[in-house]
T-cell receptor, first 111, second 111 residues
Framework: GEDVEQSLFLSVREGDSSVINCTYTDSSSTYLYWYKQEPGAGLQLLTYIFSNMDMKQDQRLTVLLNKKDKHLSLRIADTQTGDSAIYFCAESKAAGNKLTFGGGTRVLVKP | EAGVAQSPRYKIIEKRQSVAFWCNPISGHATLYWYQQILGQGPKLLIQFQNNGVVDDSQLPKDRFSAERLKGVDSTLKIQPAKLEDSAVYLC?????????FGEGSRLTVL
């Protein structure tokens, strides 16, 4: 079956880099996503990567994909207090198709 | 562009009562999803519609949950009778081919 795992919590100092890790089990996953959820808010798509890529950079965000190990990471450079939120990793078989989410990683940015 | 609209935002009911949630997707989006997000967990897919047809309802507890999407636009999700474990945020999402867009969710508390 499909399974997406994430660590529960990450604490980081403002200005440092954050790295959030995710592992998945389904080798047929085609798209891998990172969503951000702030308290009381819906899910905001941050970025996604297609499975034939190993890296994608978008401003302060860098996604790394190790397809062999089924490992995905999200690096946030120069982390700000506004980056404090829960970050969800998700996978799907087709773009925009149903997503399977991990349990989320709560990121706390300390001043 | 208007986002995915959901109502009500908050609902408190007693167990064994019924509740209904409404979702209005982004105009023109053929695919609509309902996800259940229990506190501290990632969202879990309940049902996927393509226009007004059900694509996947394998995770929907059909003894108490029902959903419909009349005319392929708005959708309602109903729970009857509610159980304590149904306390969660119910997220609606819609998509053209490509990215999913999430609403802010309807938070249900069952006492």
């Amino acid at each position: 079956g499909e399974d997406v795992e994430q660590s529960l919590f990450l604490s980081v100092r403002e200005g440092d880099s954050s790295v959030i890790n995710c592992t998945y089990t389904d080798s047929s996953s085609t798209y891998l996503y990172w969503y951000k959820q702030e308290p009381g808010a819906g899910l905001q798509l941050l970025t996604y990567i297609f499975s034939n890529m190993d890296m994608k950079q978008d401003q302060r965000l860098t996604v790394l994909l190790n397809k062999k190990d089924k490992h995905l990471s999200l690096r946030i450079a120069d982390t700000q207090t506004g980056d404090s939120a829960i970050y969800f990793c998700a996978e799907s078989k087709a773009a925009g198709n149903k997503l399977t989410f991990g349990g989320g990683t709560r990121v706390l940015v300390k001043p | 562009e208007a986002g995915v609209a959901q109502s009500p935002r908050y609902k408190i009911i007693e167990k064994r009562q019924s509740v209904a949630f409404w979702c209005n997707p982004i105009s023109g989006h053929a695919t609509l999803y309902w996800y259940q997000q229990i506190l501290g967990q990632g969202p879990k897919l309940l049902i996927q519609f393509q226009n007004n047809g059900v694509v996947d309802d394998s995770q929907l507890p059909k003894d108490r949950f029902s959903a419909e999407r009349l005319k392929g636009v708005d959708s309602t999700l109903k729970i009857q009778p509610a159980k304590l474990e149904d306390s969660a945020v119910y997220l609606c999402a819609s998509s053209p081919p490509g990215e999913l867009f999430f609403g802010e969710g309807s938070r249900l508390t069952v006492l």
